[in-house]
């Protein structure tokens, strides 16, 4: 069965520094994965998804990922943190190919402090 | 375009009561999710519809909770009765044909006293 273990649930960050959000996933099949971000009081919104294209993905806002087989993680990063990046973040598989439902990890939360 | 509405956005009741939940995916969307997000935890499925059909229910504790999605379009998600442990956030989401997103919506904060 899949699985998804998010390392930090809580990450502090000041404005202007890098973020790095770590993920690591159990799958037994190919896996699709993904970077879902929460704001206080929004719905969940898609930062970008991995589906067995480029190893390093890129997504909205200036995040990327690298999946990594070899070490079975999905790791989020950002060069430089915006206060607006304050946010709830889900590391997600999904297993059978496209229409499946999602696992989500348990979320990490990003404080980033001026 | 729109996306996911859902109604209410807050409801609080107390145990043993009964509630419902709608969710309006977006316009052609045939795949409709409902995950149940629990303070501190990620979204976890509850039930997942196909058109009208049920694809996946075994996460939905069917002694207490029902969904249905009469037309393929509209869904609503019923607890009956309530228990403490049900309060949670309670989100739906869709996706169209083909390898698309799921898109969410903003989800049904419940409380139960």
């Known amino acids: 069965a899949q699985s998804v273990t998010q390392l930090d649930s809580h990450v502090s960050v000041s404005e202007g520094t890098p973020v790095l959000l770590r993920c690591n996933y159990s799958?037994?099949?190919?896996?699709?994965l993904f970077w879902y971000v929460q704001h206080p009081n929004k719905g969940l919104q898609l930062l970008l998804k991995?589906?067995?294209?480029?190893?390093l993905v890129k997504g909205i806002n200036g995040f990327e990922a690298e999946f990594k087989k070899s070490e079975t993680s999905f790791h989020l990063t950002k060069p430089s943190a915006h206060m607006s990046d304050a946010a709830e973040y889900f590391c997600?598989?999904?297993?059978?190919?496209?229409?499946?439902?999602?696992?989500f990890g348990k979320g990490t939360t990003l404080s980033v402090s001026s | 375009e729109a996306g996911v509405a859902q109604s209410p956005r807050y409801k609080i009741i107390e145990k043993r009561q009964s509630v419902a939940f709608w969710c309006n995916p977006i316009?052609?969307?045939?795949?409709l999710y409902w995950y149940q997000q629990i303070l501190g935890q990620g979204p976890k499925l509850l039930i997942q519809?196909?058109?009208?059909?049920?694809?996946?229910d075994s996460q939905l504790p069917k002694d207490r909770f029902s969904a249905e999605r009469l037309k393929g379009v509209d869904s609503t998600l019923k607890i009956q009765p309530a228990k403490l442990e049900d309060s949670a956030v309670y989100l739906c989401?869709?996706?169209?044909?083909?390898?698309?997103?799921?898109?969410f919506g903003p989800g049904t904060r419940l409380t139960v006293l």
């Open positions: 991995y589906t067995s294209a480029a190893t």
């Open positions: 799958s037994s099949y190919s896996p699709s």
């Open positions: 989401a869709s996706r169209g044909s083909g390898y698309n997103e799921q898109f």
């Open positions: 997600v598989v999904s297993d059978h190919g496209p229409g499946t439902a999602l696992i």
């Open positions: 519809f196909q058109n009208n059909g049920v694809v996946d």
């Open positions: 316009s052609g969307h045939a795949t």
